[in-house]
């Protein structure tokens, strides 16, 4: 099975502060990874892909092959970083792998 | 509604029902997914529909019957489902490719008496 892990079910800090939402894989071959966010009442979606090296909403994440990890940052956090995010495997539509998404972190950002 | 929609929001039904999800997708992607997702469990992936191909993660039970009449459709039917397989069942889309993003639908939330 291709998995990723992540290790924190809540993570809290204060506006402003740094955040890192941790996310480890195991994988045979080269991972595709990417993080989704769900806010509070809406749909998952895409945050970033790691295959882009983007950053979005201040957030990056960087795949560290060495210890097989690919976290998110961001430097400053904002309530509205206030979400649910998912670390997830590229979807590959072949070999019949299995797929497990991480847990999720629930990210609270307080005033 | 653009984007992905599903089909009821809400399901109850007895392990002896036959029901069906349904999932839409009007975005002009060339692959669909089902996915299970179980409190406290990992979102895991079931099926994968691309370019007419069928993908299954091979521990999903054929009791989860999947069908994909056209790019835009995506049928999940249940038949003689057990209590565990209560969950919420998420539809997905992507143009086919690596690193594409895929686009989820509100859910299902399916409940097994």
């Known amino acids: 099975a291709q998995r990723v892990t992540q290790p924190e079910k809540l993570l809290s800090v204060f506006k402003g502060a740094p955040v890192e939402l941790k996310c480890n894989y195991s994988y045979s071959g080269s991972p595709e990874l990417f993080w989704y966010v769900q806010y509070s009442r809406q749909r998952l979606q895409l945050l970033l892909r790691?295959?882009?090296?983007?950053s979005i909403k201040g957030f990056t994440a960087d795949l560290n092959k060495g210890e097989t990890s690919f976290h998110l940052k961001k430097p400053f956090a904002q309530e509205e970083d206030s979400a649910m995010y998912y670390c997830?495997?590229?979807?590959?539509?072949?070999?019949?792998?299995?797929?497990?998404w991480g847990l999720g972190t629930s990210l609270a950002v307080n005033p | 509604e653009t984007g992905v929609t599903q089909t009821p929001r809400h399901l109850v039904m007895g392990m002896t029902n036959k029901k069906s999800l349904k999932c839409e997708q009007h975005l002009g992607h060339n692959a669909m997914y089902w996915y299970k997702q179980s409190a406290k469990k990992p979102l895991e992936l079931m099926f994968v529909?691309?370019?007419?191909?069928?993908?299954e993660n091979n521990s999903v039970p054929s009791r989860f019957s999947p069908e994909c009449p056209n790019s835009s459709h995506l049928f999940l039917h249940l038949h003689t489902l057990q209590p565990e397989d209560s969950a919420l069942y998420l539809c997905?889309?992507?143009?086919?490719?690596?690193?594409?993003?895929?686009?989820f639908g509100p859910g299902t939330r399916l409940t097994v008496l």
């Open positions: 997830a495997p590229r979807p590959n539509a072949g070999n019949n792998r299995k797929l497990i």
């Open positions: 529909y691309s370019l007419e191909e069928r993908v």
């Open positions: 997905a889309s992507s143009r086919r490719g690596a690193g594409n993003e895929q686009f």
């Open positions: 790691h295959i882009s090296r983007e």
